[in-house]
């Protein structure tokens, strides 16, 4: 699976858009970018995932550029509950199970 | 929402002895995976299953670990002798199909 390169840490505002940003330029054509997080030791919670078009569900959307060597998941409206670490996972989705790979993540903060 | 659930929430044991770390995955789903996190590290794989068998394992997951589904609702870990090192958060997770993983609350193994 291609590596990822995510910020260790972001702090965004209650309420205001939280831009998470990261970085795969070296993700192969059949590989998807997936988005989870893990709150404080919890089991890690699926969030979004993508190919190529940008996805929307109702947590969060995902924005991947053309040329998918990055991509940003965005929290609309971000609050304390969305205090977590955010991984971004880029692996192919095989006949077998696949594993997850986790990085160290992005420690996202939100303030009041 | 259905969920993945895990007992017991945390196993204290001693070093040499057995453990059997149980989850419940989602009743319609197909894939079923083991991941650990010692205390500050990163998520892990250890192992996928699927269609009663192994579909995927890591180095970690040596002779000391077994996985089953002893019947159509459980899936477990099985530590054969346990090792300081084995003291981790196990979490749990099944898939419907290969995309997104769903997590369980995790069981927390403390070797002394």
């Known amino acids: 699976d291609a590596k990822t390169t995510q910020p260790p840490s972001m702090d965004c505002a209650e309420g205001r858009a939280a831009n998470l940003p990261c970085n795969h330029s070296?993700?192969?054509?059949?590989?998807?970018v997936y988005w989870y997080r893990q709150i404080h030791s919890q089991g890690p919670q699926y969030i979004i995932h993508?190919?190529?078009n940008n996805e929307t569900n109702e947590m969060a959307s995902l924005i991947i550029t053309e040329d998918r060597k990055s991509s940003t998941l965005i929290l609309p409206h971000a609050t304390l509950r969305d205090t977590a670490v955010y991984y971004c996972?880029?692996?192919?989705?095989?006949?077998?199970?696949?594993?997850?790979?986790f990085g160290e993540g992005t420690q996202l903060t939100v303030n009041p | 929402e259905p969920e993945v659930t895990q007992t017991p929430s945390h196993q204290v044991t001693q070093m040499g002895q057995e453990v059997i770390l149980r989850c419940v995955p989602i009743s319609n789903h197909l894939y079923f995976y083991w991941y650990r996190q010692i205390l500050g590290q990163k998520v892990e794989f250890l192992v996928s299953f699927y269609n009663n068998e192994i579909s995927e394992k890591s180095e970690i997951f040596d002779d000391q670990f077994s996985v089953e589904r002893p019947d159509g609702s459980n899936f477990t870990l099985k530590i054969r002798s346990t090792k300081l090192e084995d003291s981790a958060m196990y979490f749990c997770?099944?898939?419907?199909?290969?995309?997104?993983?769903?997590f369980g609350p995790g069981t927390r193994l403390t070797v002394l």
């Open positions: 997770a099944s898939s419907f199909g290969l995309n997104e993983q769903f």
């Open positions: 070296t993700i192969s054509g059949n590989e998807y």
């Open positions: 993508g190919l190529k």
């Open positions: 996972i880029v692996r192919v989705e095989e006949t077998s199970g696949s594993r997850l790979t």
